[in-house]
């Protein structure tokens, strides 16, 4: 599989924000969920996000992803501003070039396998690439379980089907919400390693919500929210270094969005 053409050249950076804030509530029950994002993300990186529970990570993706919008603040994709964009407009920037990973995998129960890889590209009305899906299938390893169901694979398969299916529209940035969260350990690994090669190989670049700082570990670099702000970096990140990270960060304020 061949990385997505450059539209008009390489952007600066793949996801952007600027000074995004978000709240929620209203008056005395106001909740703090991002007090004022301040971050650029190059193209073809992979950056961990981890933080207390409370933190503002959920929200921090949602926001980075176009799945919701700031109180204030920009949000940047391929150097395209989307905080302002139309519901429909968003659709279909989210069909096209994002990708996205969940925990919970998110395949439809009654398509096979390949279906559920083809679906975005279904969705976004583009000529649905049979060869292409089969690739992506091969690469995750399951070449030979396209015609299957979901519910006839494993967990760690079926995240691996989620991971073709993110690819197949050849996306800019890929959101992972903690992907590994209802794995094993073996199998986690497995799919981290393939997140990884989307970055190495085709280029993409991978935002990831994780708490586990062995899944960490396989990024570029690692973030740390605290009462929705940024208060640590950590490059090259290896899992004794960010568990450290982890502990030295005290409890969230209270009322401060997970």
Same mark, same amino acid.
């Given at each position: 599989?061949?990385?997505? %053409?450059?539209?008009?050249?390489?952007?600066?950076?793949?996801? %952007?924000?600027?000074?995004?804030?978000?709240?929620?509530?209203?008056?005395?029950?106001?909740?703090?969920?991002?007090?004022?994002?301040?971050?650029?993300?190059?193209?073809?990186?992979?950056?961990?996000?981890?933080? =207390?529970?409370?933190?503002?990570?959920?929200?921090?993706?949602?926001? +980075?992803?176009?799945?919701?919008?700031?109180?204030?603040?920009?949000?940047?994709?391929?150097?395209?501003?989307?905080?302002?964009?139309?519901?429909?407009?968003?659709? %279909?920037?989210?069909?096209?070039?994002?990708?996205?990973?969940?925990?919970?995998?998110?395949? /439809?129960?009654?398509?096979?396998?390949?279906?559920?890889?083809?679906?975005?590209?279904?969705?976004?009305?583009?000529?649905?690439?049979?060869?292409?899906?089969?690739?992506?299938? %091969?690469?995750?390893?399951?070449?030979?379980?396209?015609?299957?169901?979901?519910?006839?694979?494993?967990?760690?398969?079926?995240?691996?089907?989620?991971?073709?299916?993110?690819?197949?529209?050849?996306?800019?940035?890929?959101?992972?919400?903690?992907?590994?969260? +209802?794995?094993?350990?073996?199998?986690?690994?497995?799919?981290?390693? /393939?997140?990884?090669?989307?970055?190495?190989?085709?280029?993409?670049?991978?935002?990831?919500?994780?708490?586990?700082?062995?899944?960490? +570990?396989?990024?570029?670099?690692?973030?740390?929210?605290?009462?929705?702000?940024?208060?640590?970096?950590?490059?090259?990140?290896?899992?004794?270094?960010?568990?450290?990270?982890?502990?030295?960060?005290?409890? =969230?304020?209270?009322?401060?969005?997970?």
């Amino acid at each position: 599989m061949a990385p997505r %053409e450059p539209r008009s050249g390489p952007p600066e950076f793949a996801v %952007e924000l600027r000074g995004v804030r978000r709240e929620y509530g209203r008056g005395a029950r106001t909740v703090r969920a991002l007090g004022g994002i301040d971050l650029a993300l190059a193209p073809g990186t992979f950056t961990a996000v981890m933080g =207390p529970s409370g933190s503002g990570k959920s929200t921090f993706l949602q926001c +980075a992803a176009g799945l919701d919008r700031p109180d204030a603040g920009q949000v940047l994709l391929g150097g395209r501003e989307i905080s302002s964009l139309s519901e429909q407009k968003l659709t %279909e920037l989210r069909r096209s070039r994002i990708g996205f990973v969940f925990q919970s995998f998110n395949l /439809l129960p009654s398509l096979s396998v390949l279906q559920n890889v083809l679906l975005p590209q279904r969705l976004a009305g583009e000529r649905q690439d049979r060869r292409l899906a089969r690739e992506l299938l %091969e690469r995750v390893g399951l070449g030979e379980h396209g015609g299957r169901r979901p519910a006839q694979l494993s967990g760690g398969q079926q995240q691996r089907v989620a991971i073709a299916r993110a690819l197949i529209t050849r996306p800019e940035v890929i959101f992972a919400d903690e992907p590994t969260g +209802a794995l094993d350990t073996r199998t986690a690994h497995e799919v981290l390693t /393939l997140l990884r090669q989307a970055v190495d190989e085709l280029r993409a670049t991978v935002v990831m919500v994780t708490h586990d700082p062995a899944a960490a +570990a396989h990024a570029d670099r690692v973030l740390f929210l605290a009462g929705g702000l940024l208060v640590d970096a950590l490059d090259r990140p290896d899992a004794r270094r960010v568990a450290d990270a982890m502990t030295r960060l005290t409890a =969230p304020a209270a009322g401060v969005a997970a």
